[in-house]
């Protein structure tokens, strides 16, 4: 086999079932790769923004848990100062009265 025999391109290659030239083939190839690539980029783009919003809804819940754990312990304590000042208000005034 010659050097120029092996270099040569074949003359037509099949491609979504036509005959077509071989560098019509790699160019549509390239093309193919390359809309591959960038579909790529867009998807890790919107994978990475998704990334980034679940990162913050996360931190926002552990933010409104912990505003929500102080206001509890403020409302028990509050209703546990209502309930002693209430009771002691209530001695005091069933004292007087005998």
Not at 25 to 47: C, M, P, T
Not at 51 to 78: G, I
Request: with cysteine; hydrophobic share 35%; aromatic share 8%.
């Amino acid at each position: 086999m010659s050097v120029s025999s092996r270099s040569r391109l074949p003359e037509s290659v099949i491609m979504n079932g036509q005959a077509i030239s071989p560098i019509r083939a790699g160019i549509e190839h390239d093309a193919r790769v390359a809309e591959i690539n960038r579909k790529y980029e867009e998807l890790k783009s919107f994978y990475e923004e998704k990334c980034d919003d679940f990162s913050n809804e996360v931190e926002s819940r552990r933010m409104w848990q912990a505003k929500a754990r102080t206001s509890e312990a403020a409302l028990t304590e509050h209703r546990q100062f209502s309930v002693s000042r209430t009771s002691t208000h209530a001695f005091a005034f069933h004292t007087d009265l005998a």
